[in-house]
């Protein structure tokens, strides 16, 4: 399968503003793209490239006053696989974990582990440990939030997502982490591309968010808010909740007035 990617970001700026941007594809898929994911401005001005302590792409620019559009569009080959279901995937004892995943299990800014950790026992002691819990933790955030953009906001943790019990996928995800975590089952945040192919559209088209688990010596795909295999993932980046992938990060007064994003299956390569 081929994937025509990309996006198309524009903002208002009343003054020079530097820019932090995370969204070129994550290093595990750069191989198969087909073309490079650059980064294209309106107006042109220097990008800079580095790696964060997760190993994701960040860039960095200075935007001049003014509108500035952000964009870049892509092929990317896909297996056209869905998740991988692996209900056999064992739950480790922490004092067997690998020391990489530890990070993991601790609570973060927008997953809190000393909030939730008791709501957590209480609704899933009594599921088997392994992918049967983590997936019983997924089908409860599912069913416990209602989807609702105009109930998105910034500073929404975990625990707020619990109690007001609607948000977007972003709180799905962190819902679901803070839960494994309780649990004792390391997880950590991903986001990136995933466009409706193979399901009924469900609306226009963004960034998703989804959530990866270790579990049998592997690290293995959940996903709260579509609670569904679903395939055709384009991976950004993966960190320990939002705070630390931040699509785009302004730092001053910034007006979005233009968003597009796209993820569709192309025609085969000639």
């Avoid at 996006?7 to 750069?30: D, G, K, N, Q």
């Avoid at 200075?62 to 092929?75: C, E, H, K, N, S």
């Avoid at 819902?175 to 409706?196: E, V």
């Avoid at 996903?223 to 630390?244: E, K, Q, W």
Wanted: proline share 7%; net charge negative; aromatic share 10%.
């Amino acid at each position: 399968m081929r994937l025509q990617t990309g996006f198309a970001i524009t903002y208002e700026l009343p003054a020079p503003t530097p820019i932090l941007l995370m969204l070129s594809v994550h290093p595990s898929r750069r191989d198969d793209l087909e073309n490079p994911d650059t980064l294209r401005t309106d107006p042109q001005v220097a990008v800079r490239q580095y790696a964060d302590s997760y190993g994701n792409i960040c860039s960095r620019l200075t935007a001049p006053a003014g509108r500035i559009t952000l964009a870049t569009d892509f092929v990317i080959r896909d297996s056209g696989l869905i998740d991988p279901y692996v209900p056999e995937a064992a739950q480790h004892a922490v004092e067997d974990l690998p020391d990489e995943a530890i990070l993991y299990l601790l609570g973060s800014r927008y997953c809190e582990t000393d909030r939730l950790s008791a709501i957590a026992w209480s609704l899933f002691q009594a599921t088997p440990p392994g992918w049967a819990r983590v997936q019983a933790i997924c089908d409860y955030v599912h069913n416990h939030i209602v989807f609702n953009y105009a109930n998105a906001r910034p500073d929404k943790t975990a625990h707020d997502v619990w109690v007001e019990a609607t948000g977007v996928c972003r709180d799905y995800a962190h819902l679901a982490i803070a839960f494994c975590r309780s649990m004792n089952i390391p997880a950590r945040y991903c986001t990136g591309y995933l466009g409706d192919i193979g399901v009924p559209v469900v609306g226009v088209m963004d960034f998703s968010a989804w959530f990866e688990v270790y579990l049998g010596g592997e690290w293995r795909t959940f996903d709260a808010r579509n609670n569904m295999p679903r395939m055709a993932r384009v991976l950004i980046a993966r960190g320990r909740d939002a705070v630390d992938v931040p699509i785009a990060q302004t730092f001053g007064n910034a007006a979005l007035v233009g968003f597009e994003v796209t993820s569709l299956e192309a025609p085969p390569a000639p």
